[in-house]
């Protein structure tokens, strides 16, 4: 095993994950799942182009062209075609990746390549198409999935309003189950993952978000006393959250920080957002505020004014500065975090002032433990590297429901008898992590 300072993006702290191997997760998600995201985009323009007037022909002939360069994509990723370069469309990060693509991964393909890698380069690729049209250079091609999504959670979103209610009044010797919670409630919201569960119905999220009656029952690894022990020593601090799923996840977000605003355990909280369209279902800086918005227009039958007047708060939290949306590009970039500081010093100088940095999701736990063969029993700290121990880096939590074949954190002998349990444990969904940094500050 190599030293964890020394990683790059080829060559983790241990041996990457990557499509290679059939049967792995990383070879049917490149094989099976990455082409069929790639058809619903291409769906999803289809009616959007059907959609427009008859005067927008200039419009229409941008889109039949971006159609044929998303069909092209989808052909070099299912034969498994050399990775070119990223071509100059205006974004100054096309020269990041570059260099890290030659540097690391020059000659490599889409399955020869560490399975990170590939997966965010496939979104960057989309995105540079969009970059290069002239009329489209600013369109989401998820929008639509993500919002179907939280319009399917209707169910969800006014019950946990009307739970948070009471939530935000407990007494004083209630606020360690009531934090511990929310917690679940953000975490559990993470099930539905659009980049995971591609052909999600509404009656299937109802279903997941309805699955957690035994909500700790399923966390393998539970960090809830260190983190409450964190929180419960905070006043006025600064709390940021590094966001992952639109949707509901993202309304069980916001519930949790605004308890810890109204708590007064945060005056400020961050949240870090993706700069660019990204796995599917992840927050942009457009979706929370239409998230939002939604909430504030009323979009259940069944709404009262409570939905109405939370949302208000977060919008006046907004508003005046309480709360402040981030999108820096670092998110979408082709580096695990380990390199933060490097990559992104000026990223890494505003994370340090916070006294608590929530990771949400998989995606951000892979990049957290630089996504390869770890043993399961590795402890959480040794996994995060420099972010447990450098200098100044503040507290830090994952909240993640296994999408993905890394874990670390488990105790001997669990991941073995999870196996005989649940073949798919690591990758369904079903399970979760809550694991915990104290940071170095």
């Known amino acids: 095993m190599s030293s964890t300072l020394q990683a790059d993006p080829a060559n983790p702290p241990c041996e ?9 997760f990383a070879y049917t998600t490149i094989k099976d799942r990455l082409p069929v995201i790639v058809t619903k985009i291409v ?51 096309f020269s990041v990746w570059n260099d890290c ?5 020059d000659g490599k393909t889409w399955f020869s390549a560490t399975w990170l890698f ?32 939280f319009m399917a959670s209707r169910t969800a979103v006014i019950e946990l309003t009307k739970r948070a209610e009471s939530l935000f009044q407990v007494s004083e010797n209630l606020l360690e189950g009531t934090f511990h919670e929310l917690v679940l409630i953000s975490l559990w919201g993470n099930q539905t993952d659009l980049s995971l569960f591609v052909n999600l119905q509404a009656e299937d999220i109802e279903k997941l978000q309805k699955a957690n009656e035994d909500a700790e029952k399923y966390v393998l690894a539970n960090a809830l ?53 990204w796995f599917v279902s992840d927050t942009t800086e457009m979706d929370f505020m239409w998230t939002i918005q939604t909430c504030i227009n009323g979009f259940a039958e069944s709404q009262d004014e ?45 994370l340090s002032k916070s006294s608590l940095v929530i990771f949400k999701g998989d995606l951000n736990y892979r990049k957290l433990v630089y996504d390869c063969a770890w ?16 200098t ?22 669990q991941a073995e008898e999870l196996d005989g349990v649940a073949s798919d444990w690591m990758v369904s969904g079903q399970y979760a992590v809550i694991q915990f940094s104290e940071g170095n500050q």
Request: charged share 30%; proline share 5%.
């Open 43 to 93: 769906d999803d323009l289809y009616r959007t182009y059907n959609a427009l007037p008859d005067e927008s022909k200039e419009k229409k002939t941008e889109a039949k062209g971006i159609i044929s360069e998303i069909g092209e994509l989808r052909y070099e990723l299912q034969r498994d075609r050399e990775l070119r370069d990223i071509v100059d469309d205006g974004d100054a990060d």
């Open 225 to 277: 006393e260190p983190l409450w022990n964190k929180v419960k020593t905070l006043k006025d601090a600064r709390i940021d959250f590094v966001l992952d799923n639109a949707g509901f996840e993202l309304f069980g977000d916001l519930i949790l920080a605004d308890w810890l605003i109204h708590k007064k355990y945060a005056s400020k909280i961050h949240f870090h957002c993706k700069a660019d369209p």
């Open 306 to 350: 409570r939905l109405k007047t939370l949302a208000q708060r977060w919008a006046d939290y907004i508003q005046s500065g309480i709360w402040e949306l981030n999108s820096h590009k670092f998110w979408t970039s082709p580096y695990a975090f380990y390199h933060i500081e490097t990559q992104a010093p000026d990223l890494y100088d505003t």
């Open 118 to 149: 590939a997966e965010c380069y496939l979104y960057r690729r989309i995105r540079e198409i969009f970059n290069l049209s002239k009329l489209w250079k600013n369109y989401d091609p998820f929008t639509r999935q993500k919002e179907s999504t």
């Open 375 to 390: 043993p399961s029993v590795t402890p959480f700290k040794t996994a995060i590297g420099p972010l447990a121990t450098s």
């Open 392 to 413: 100044g880096f503040p507290a830090l939590c994952a909240l993640r429901t296994n999408k993905s074949d890394v874990i670390v954190g488990l105790k001997e002998g």
């Open 16 to 24: 990457p994950l990557s499509g290679v191997n059939p049967g792995t």
């Open 101 to 105: 693509l030659h540097t690391y991964f």
